[in-house]
């Protein structure tokens, strides 16, 4: 999945902190991404998005849109020879794999609460579910580095980059060295986002598969009517 375990090299800040000094700590990235998140209700971009292995040999290369409504729904679709759409509608993430014809649904609570959309979504989340550390500014980027605290996290950390009030990248590593970049090419903050975005509705023939109390029709690989 790309959302979930996907984003040349990650910056150098991941693998050596930027030195900052303490002013600059001060007004870092920990304040820049609470600026982000202040009165964000919904958010709307274009990215592209690079994965790279343990060597830093490039992967995958794509570009996609994402939006976002505060304070669980999303929308993240890729586009290029693989195209997927995966949209969360605050009860269920459906991953909608348009090559292979299959939907994957699964139970939002308990897919990505260590997300970096999560925080995203829901800045509260932020301090419950990482070790934040502010890694201050650098050419008017700053940066923020989450860990997640928990025991079976997807990524083993995130970095954030922030310049003013808008978000320009999304850096993940997991625990097996592959590395994800998602450069925000452009963005709007507050659009208005019809709902009909945030829902979604499988394809007449495509195999479905999930486990959450669809109907019996939608489970276990059966065809979607």
């Known amino acids: 999945m790309k959302f979930l375990c ?16 303490a002013n600059e700590e001060e007004a870092g990235g920990r304040v820049a991404l609470e600026q982000f998140a202040s009165d964000l209700h919904t958010y709307q971009a274009t990215f592209r998005q690079r994965v790279l292995d343990s060597e830093g ?49 699964k139970e939002q609570g308990s897919l990505a609460n260590d997300s970096p959309l999560s925080i995203l979504t829901d800045l509260s989340l932020l301090d419950e579910q990482f070790e934040v550390r502010d890694l201050g500014v650098d050419d008017g980027l700053a940066y923020v580095e989450l860990r997640s605290v928990m025991e079976e996290a997807e990524f083993d950390r995130v970095l954030l980059g922030i310049r003013g009030n808008a978000l320009e990248l999304m850096a993940m590593e997991d625990t097996f060295g592959l590395r994800t970049e998602i450069h ?6 507050n659009p208005e986002i019809s709902a009909e975005l945030f829902a979604f509705e499988p394809p007449p023939g495509v195999d479905v598969v999930g486990d959450i109390g669809l109907d019996d029709t939608l489970l276990d690989g059966e065809e979607a009517e």
Request: net charge negative; glycine share 8%; aromatic share 10%.
């Open 6 to 21: 996907k984003i040349g090299l990650i910056l150098a800040v991941l693998v050596a902190p930027l030195a900052v000094s």
């Open 57 to 105: 040999e490039v992967q995958d290369e794509n570009t996609g849109s994402m939006w976002l409504s505060r304070p669980s729904l999303f929308r993240w679709e890729y586009g290029g020879d693989f195209p997927e759409l995966i949209v969360a509608d605050g009860n269920r993430v459906w991953i909608y794999d348009i090559s292979l014809e299959q939907v994957t649904v």
């Open 184 to 189: 925000i090419l452009e963005s709007q903050r």
